[in-house]
């Protein structure tokens, strides 16, 4: 069975730009959660949708949205690109919204 | 303020001994997961226990959970350079449309040969 998978793996953009990062779940999962792991600051939640819906986000600036697709894959998207947001980001699937958590592998996001 | 925290930061031992890794959390709580990072990589899950379990057993892994100090303890016995990485705890709360895993921010486990 495939895991959670995520591209690109690495991302170099420059200051005010857009960035868009992929999730595929583990086959069956509905529900996706993504995270930003900045250095020294451990994990934060961004976001989760389940079901296509957004269901919580984390405490960040409306800059970070995403969607999830009929295919439970999603998407994150960053706008206006600060060099603050240069982190590994992190997706993440489960069955159920109790359940474990299942993360990829992460992409890697540089803003310069 | 960061719902679970770890203790202690850092941990270093031999090879063959045991690893105790604590974590302390401020609310109630449904379940709670701990979880292994391999240098930046991503995080793979390691036990999950639920608020009315008190004790889990993976392998080497022994997982605690105390809601009445709201506490969680992961023992990894006879360790073994592999298992060199950082660790999390990361509580869930699911209440409506707050619902949520909280990480701490990790304990660094070295294991010398």
């Known amino acids: 069975e495939a895991g959670v998978t995520q591209s690109p793996t690495h991302l170099i953009k420059t200051r005010g730009q857009q960035a868009t990062l992929r999730c595929s779940p583990i086959s069956g999962h509905t529900s996706v959660y993504w995270y930003q792991q900045a250095l020294g600051l451990g994990l934060q939640f961004l976001l989760w949708?389940?079901?296509?819906?957004?269901?919580n986000r984390g405490n960040f600036p409306p800059r970070f949205s995403g969607r999830q697709f009929p295919n439970y894959s999603s998407e994150l998207n960053v706008n206006a690109l600060e060099l603050e947001d240069s982190a590994l980001y992190l997706c993440?699937?489960?069955?159920?919204?109790?359940?474990?958590?299942?993360f990829g592998p992460g992409t890697r996001l540089l803003v310069l | 303020s960061q719902q679970g925290e770890e203790d202690p930061q850092a941990l270093s031992i031999q090879e063959g001994e045991n690893a105790t890794m604590n974590c302390s959390y401020k609310?109630?709580?449904?379940?709670l997961q701990w979880y292994r990072q391999n240098s930046g990589r991503g995080l793979v899950h390691l036990i999950l226990i639920r608020s009315n379990e008190r004790e889990k057993h993976s392998g080497r892994l022994r997982v605690t959970l105390d809601t009445s100090k709201k506490s969680s303890s992961l023992l990894i016995t006879a360790s073994r350079a592999a298992d060199t990485a950082s660790y999390f705890c990361a509580t869930g709360v699911y209440t409506g449309a707050n619902s949520k895993l909280t990480f701490g921010k990790g304990i660094t486990l070295s294991v010398r040969p």
């Open positions: 609310t109630s709580i449904n379940n």
């Open positions: 949708y389940d079901e296509g819906e957004e269901r």
């Open positions: 993440a699937s489960s069955v159920g919204q109790q359940e474990t958590q299942y």
